[in-house]
């Protein structure tokens, strides 16, 4: 059985307590899960009393008041940065809040679209791209599993893979990513992409979500050879979803013409642009 997800708190919880300080009130609504659910806490004049017991002082919460970009745990009546080294890439892993799910933030890059949209509508654009989903899925880059959860819905499996455990340890954290490790739909796989997907049979899969990393943090993830491995594992009439960035950006502008063109070459019959998913998709 899966322990207990600790507190999770942002700036967003942290103000919402302050404020009710400030208004007098002993007793205040927030959430413990970075607004998935809501408990009620206690205020008292040396800080909160989270139903579980769990004790927070002012100091501590104005701390995470004055942070937009973590989120804390709150553990043995302190609290603590969501944060992890990875070994594997020499960078930060945090987790990051926004108005609606968090995202991840691995040496200053954000994973999801944040900027007029929040991590989960970016999520349903990359799905709705490729649905409908069914079948057996390959998400090919796992992150925080939101594309995995969400094509999970309606899939009869999800196989998604992820290189760094630093970034699997955030997403065990993470509020909204718990159906990673509880939904039996889906199934994780530590590893190399460009080296798992070599392991899998030809035509294997109805669906292809390719949600890779920006294009210099991981050329591999978008060169021809892998574009070919993705082609071979899946069926025909399946369908791929790569995610590339902002089609209007100079940079992503390029790295889209590369992929269209390298996709064509391994063998997809179609494919098109899907700027408001910041991707292509690709048909079999
Ligand atoms: C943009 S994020 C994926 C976001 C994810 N789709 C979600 O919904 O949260 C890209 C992920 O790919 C992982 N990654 C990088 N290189 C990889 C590789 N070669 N194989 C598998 N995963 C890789 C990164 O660690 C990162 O977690």
Partial sequence: MQAALPIILSYIQA?????????????????????????TVLLTPEGTIF?????????????????????????????RFVQVFSEYTNRVCSLMPTQGAPSMLIAGFVMHRIKDIDPMQDTL?????ISPIKGRVLDTATGLGYTAIEAAKTADEVV??????????????????????NNPKIHQIMGDACEIVQTFDDDSFSRIIHDPPTFSLAGE???????RQLFRVLKRGGRLYHYIGDPNSKASGGVTKGALKRLQEAGFTRVARRPEAYGVVAYK
Avoid at 15 to 39: C, F, H, M, N
Avoid at 164 to 181: C, G, K, M, T, Y
Wanted: include cysteine; charged fraction near 20%.
């Fill in 15 to 39: 103000e919402s307590l302050i404020k009710a300080r400030q208004q007098g009130q002993t007793s205040v609504e927030i959430s413990p899960d970075l607004g998935l659910s809501t408990v």
């Fill in 51 to 79: 139903p579980n017991g769990q004790r927070l002082d002012w100091n501590s919460i104005e701390k995470i008041s004055k942070s937009e970009v973590n989120c804390f745990i709150v553990q043995d009546n302190g609290v």
């Fill in 125 to 129: 654009r990359k799905i709705a791209a």
């Fill in 160 to 181: 998604t893979i992820e290189l760094d455990p630093a970034v699997q340890e955030i997403a065990r954290l993470n509020p909204w990513s718990q159906a990673l490790f």
């Fill in 221 to 227: 993830l978008y060169s021809g050879a892998f574009y």
